[in-house]
């Protein structure tokens, strides 16, 4: 074997692994759930509700105090998940929703908050845009529940209020032409993006 090969092969041997996704998965134990490493040993203890397995940005989605929460491989909570369909809320075009201090924003794949949560409800991003409203809350009918009063508006993938949370309701968004259908005062009103 070539010298070099074998001292950089040494060399690589002795920097420490990080933890890595697939290195990880999820058992159970007295009815709580945890995660052990390839060879079986326990790194994240026996703890949660439920647990789903690591993603490839190595996080986490679990249920701790009947919350969905991210953990990072370290077990670091890094946020609670807006609950869609029992379980943490979908990517939509590499966001998803989070919840806190009443509050929402969105996430992306590792659970980084991209947008600060300051809204009462937004709405999944469809075609870079997200409908999001103030002073509304969640009515539900025992089946469903739908999302009632408020004032609404819509922001860019930024961050950014493209439409101001003024209007009674977001009727439409119209990707192609880049308008708006709001509801004010009873009088329905196109928006033209800029």
């Given at each position: 074997?070539?010298?070099?090969?074998?001292?950089?092969?040494?060399?690589?041997?002795?920097?420490?692994?990080?933890?890595?996704?697939?290195?990880?998965?999820?058992?159970?134990?007295?009815?709580?759930?945890?995660?052990?490493?390839?060879?079986?040993?326990?790194?994240?203890?026996?703890?949660?509700?439920?647990?789903?397995?690591?993603?490839?940005?190595?996080?986490?989605?679990?249920?701790?105090?009947?919350?969905?929460?991210?953990?990072?491989?370290?077990?670091?909570?890094?946020?609670?998940?807006?609950?869609?369909?029992?379980?943490?809320?979908?990517?939509?075009?590499?966001?998803?929703?989070?919840?806190?201090?009443?509050?929402?924003?969105?996430?992306?794949?590792?659970?980084?908050?991209?947008?600060?949560?300051?809204?009462?409800?937004?709405?999944?991003?469809?075609?870079?845009?997200?409908?999001?409203?103030?002073?509304?809350?969640?009515?539900?009918?025992?089946d469903h529940s739908s999302i009632?009063?408020?004032?609404?508006?819509?922001?860019?993938?930024?961050?950014?209020?493209?439409?101001?949370?003024?209007?009674?309701?977001?009727?439409?968004?119209?990707?192609?032409?880049?308008?708006?259908?709001?509801?004010?005062?009873?009088?329905?009103?196109?928006?033209?993006?800029?």
């Amino acid at each position: 074997m070539n010298k070099k090969i074998l001292v950089f092969s040494i060399l690589l041997s002795s920097v420490p692994v990080f933890a890595q996704s697939k290195g990880f998965s999820s058992f159970e134990e007295n009815g709580l759930y945890g995660f052990k490493d390839k060879k079986g040993k326990v790194v994240i203890k026996p703890q949660y509700q439920h647990v789903m397995e690591f993603t490839k940005t190595s996080v986490a989605f679990v249920v701790s105090k009947n919350k969905w929460i991210c953990i990072d491989a370290k077990n670091k909570p890094l946020l609670e998940s807006f609950v869609y369909d029992n379980g943490p809320d979908y990517i939509s075009e590499k966001l998803a929703r989070f919840v806190e201090n009443g509050k929402m924003g969105f996430h992306d794949e590792s659970c980084k908050k991209i947008i600060l949560a300051e809204y009462d409800f937004v709405f999944p991003f469809e075609n870079g845009l997200a409908i999001v409203c103030n002073g509304c809350y969640s009515e539900s009918d025992g089946d469903h529940s739908s999302i009632v009063g408020g004032k609404y508006g819509v922001i860019n993938k930024k961050g950014k209020l493209v439409v101001p949370i003024e209007y009674d309701s977001i009727n439409s968004i119209d990707a192609k032409t880049k308008t708006i259908q709001v509801k004010k005062d009873q009088k329905i009103i196109k928006i033209k993006l800029k």
